[in-house]
């Protein structure tokens, strides 16, 4: 894990899990991010006379990684994470395990952050307004590091302080979606995976593959990165989940075409069952006991009944493409 000494400045390498206090950024990337390549270079003595070093610094990047450092230091914390310069995204293996390491040295942080660039303290330092509009809100990113860091704090684009996620969970439960006794304790025992799915419903990411690759720490999921292969990944996140976790909401998955799903992974079908209730223990859902083992057997595909209106309508399940060891139907009949 590197960190930056918020003392000096420079760039630190810690190996294990012998890491010092830090604090953690979390904002939304914007135009001139100074990667680690960068950053090592314009904090290199060597260069500090080099007119590219001035150039580079006078970056919104650079001048966002002073910010925070600065912010920590003046909390007495000596280390600060900051994902745009402390991985190092020219190395896949890095940023492989940086990103399934990412829930974690977010939940392990001193203090998260919450740097919201498009904010500005227009209306005086510690009110609430112009939250709702703000893009820290919109990015899948900003999901679990929202809901990881045991304290999150809240800053205008000029670093004055706006509030805390403790003081003002109930505003941002309203605005997430996202329980006031997740937002105070950082617990998900009692989320489903419904529920979870929902929280990122209205969330984006630049990457079509960064969709699925955010949520991994909600899911306490680990796998490899693959850019390139698009909605895969959220189908392999679908498997991941498939296989350590018996929450059948799992499978409350398709829309209706034409439907509006700004994700384009029907994750708006989340959003509805989260919405009725229909995720729940008692629901006819779960009333559907799915057994998956692990098998070299053939691969079946399920059609589950997804309509709770009596209907029994079967939706197709993408995500159910799996080894189906024994099913257990509530109407009593043998699957076709």
């Not at 209706?256 to 992974?265: I, K, M, Q």
Request: glycine letters at 6%.
């Amino acid at each position: 894990m590197r960190l930056i000494n918020t003392e000096t400045g420079l760039m630190e390498d810690f190996i294990g899990d012998d890491i010092p206090e830090y604090a953690i950024l979390s904002h939304t990337w914007e135009k001139d991010e100074i990667s680690l390549q960068e950053f090592q270079r314009l904090t290199d003595p060597d260069f500090a006379d080099d007119p590219k070093t001035a150039v580079g610094k006078a970056k919104a990047g650079f001048i966002k990684i002073k910010g925070c450092v600065q912010l920590a230091a003046s909390r007495g914390i000596t280390y600060a994470w900051i994902d745009t310069c402390c991985i190092d995204k020219t190395s896949s293996a890095d940023l492989t395990e940086s990103i399934n390491s990412m829930y974690r040295w977010y939940a392990n942080s001193k203090v998260c952050f919450a740097y919201l660039v498009d904010v500005q303290p227009v209306y005086g330092v510690g009110k609430p307004l112009a939250w709702q509009n703000s893009r820290w809100f919109s990015r899948g990113w900003t999901l679990q590091e929202l809901i990881a860091p045991s304290h999150v704090e809240f800053f205008f684009n000029s670093w004055d302080y706006m509030g805390s996620r403790g003081s003002w969970a109930v505003m941002l439960s309203n605005l997430t979606g996202i329980p006031v006794a997740v937002l105070e304790t950082n617990d998900l025992s009692s989320a489903s995976v419904a529920q979870k799915m929902s929280w990122a419903s209205h969330r984006k990411t630049t990457r079509r593959e960064d969709m699925a690759y955010c949520l991994l720490g909600l899911f306490d999921i680990n796998m490899p990165l693959l850019y390139g292969e698009g909605e895969k990944a959220f189908l392999r996140l679908q498997e991941h989940i498939t296989a350590s976790s018996t929450d059948h909401s799992l499978f409350a998955w398709g829309v209706d075409s034409g439907s509006a799903d700004p994700l384009g992974y029907g994750l708006q079908r989340f959003v509805e069952l989260e919405n009725d209730g229909s995720h729940k223990p008692n629901a006819r859902l779960s009333r559907c006991v799915i057994t998956l083992r692990e098998t070299k057997k053939t691969q079946y595909s399920l059609n589950l009944p997804l309509s709770f209106d009596g209907t029994r309508k079967m939706s197709s399940s993408p995500c159910m493409s799996q080894q189906i060891f024994k099913i257990r139907s509530p109407y009593n009949t043998e699957p076709k």
